[in-house]
């Protein structure tokens, strides 16, 4: 890069500032992971938004890892973030704020410029991708309070929950004498997602009717927006973005559970998608599409030494032909075959995250279905219409 180009990025970019933090620590933003080594007290160059900053601590061989502690972070241009490490609780604190104004202004005389590690601008396409609806309200209203997620703190709601492969493999985790925290280190903290009812009852409704508003979820969807979000699509959006980050960087078992409901209540509606929240599910199919290609990745590493790429937790087993996910598309593209009339960008975000399946994964849905796109004739009696919606 072009030093001039650089010192611009690096003026203007926020920084997070790590004091202390150990070697063979495990730290990362986004997309992003490095292991810290000797001379590392932070990252420099990044662009302002939402960000996700995680880290593990490591036994002193750089072998063993405790759980992952992460947080959101909204952050402005050329802000910096000082954080110092606890070594008896091994986790980042918040410094005095006479020795966090000390910092920040030996930061911006850059003083520390060469022990920052640049913040990898050619994986932010897909951060943004991922966290797009993410605003600094949604993250100041999910948050735990003390706003650090780790699914060590969720031990008591694991014993309560069906456990998938997934579920299994984080509570296997923590049983793990590399993983072990101590009871009285663990609070009982998490975070403030919307509930989503699984199962509809209301006072009044019964037999067929009831039974009707629990095949189609479009009732459910429009009574959660009013009463939730305010009427807000992409706060629902923003919710499911961050319960995904929080889930596949952060390895929170909350929020998978959070995220399958959010997934399960929109794939369980049947109306909503082609008369009242067309544009709502246009952009439902590209966020979850986008989550699904990021979470199908081979990690790997990038030129600054970065490991990019997915949690070890998204393999091949998350996505099994008999798990949730599977079932939920395969009804929704039957669903959008059998319509009579479409959405043109909500039938070619399906159809795009259909062929993400078939491909990566090898699921097999029905074929020569409107979601093929290539399979109709122009005069076939049964093709669906097209309907360009305005925004």
Not at 140 to 147: F, L, S
Request: aromatic share 12%; net charge negative; proline share 4%.
């Amino acid at each position: 890069m072009d030093p001039e180009v650089a010192l611009e990025l690096v003026k203007h970019g926020a920084t997070f500032f790590l004091l202390d933090v150990p070697q063979y620590t495990l730290v990362g933003i986004d997309t992003q992971v490095f292991t810290v080594g000797p001379s590392f007290k932070g990252i420099k160059m990044i662009p302002s938004g939402p960000h996700f900053v995680f880290y593990s601590s490591s036994t002193r061989d750089g072998k063993e890892f405790s759980p992952i502690i992460g947080f959101f972070k909204y952050v402005d241009p050329s802000e910096i973030i000082v954080r110092k490490w606890d070594q008896q609780e091994e986790r980042l604190i918040k410094v005095l704020e006479e020795e966090e104004e000390r910092f920040c202004e030996a930061v911006r005389r850059l003083e520390f410029d060469r022990h920052l590690g640049p913040y990898n601008l050619s994986q932010y396409a897909t951060w943004k991708s991922l966290s797009n609806y993410i605003t600094k309200d949604i993250i100041e209203r999910i948050e735990p309070i003390g706003g650090e997620i780790t699914v060590a703190s969720e031990p008591a709601m694991m014993k309560n929950t069906p456990k998938t492969t997934v579920e299994k493999a984080l509570d296997e985790q923590l049983k793990d004498s590399k993983c072990s925290i101590s009871a009285e280190n663990s609070q009982q903290t998490g975070c403030y997602y919307t509930s989503i009812p699984r199962i509809i009852k209301q006072k009044g409704i019964q037999g067929q009717e009831l039974t009707a508003l629990n095949l189609d979820k479009t009732h459910l969807l429009e009574s959660l927006l009013v009463k939730e979000y305010g009427g807000s699509e992409d706060l629902l959006l923003g919710e499911l973005q961050f319960a995904f980050i929080a889930f596949v960087m952060g390895q929170s078992l909350e929020a998978f559970l959070q995220w399958k409901s959010i997934v399960s209540l929109l794939f369980g509606c049947t109306e909503a998608p082609f008369h009242t929240r067309s544009r709502l599910f246009v952009k439902f199919i590209k966020v979850i599409y986008y989550q699904l290609k990021y979470g199908l990745q081979k990690d790997n590493a990038d030129s600054s030494g970065a490991v990019v790429g997915a949690s070890a937790l998204i393999d091949d087993s998350w996505f099994s032909a008999d798990s949730f996910l599977h079932h939920l598309c395969k009804d929704f593209f039957s669903l959008i075959q059998e319509a009579s009339v479409v959405d043109g960008d909500l039938l070619s975000w399906t159809r795009r995250l259909k062929e993400l399946l078939e491909n990566n994964l090898g699921w097999q849905f029905q074929q020569n279905s409107a979601v093929d796109g290539i399979y109709f004739e122009e005069d076939d009696e049964f093709a669906p219409a097209v309907e360009i919606l305005d925004d």
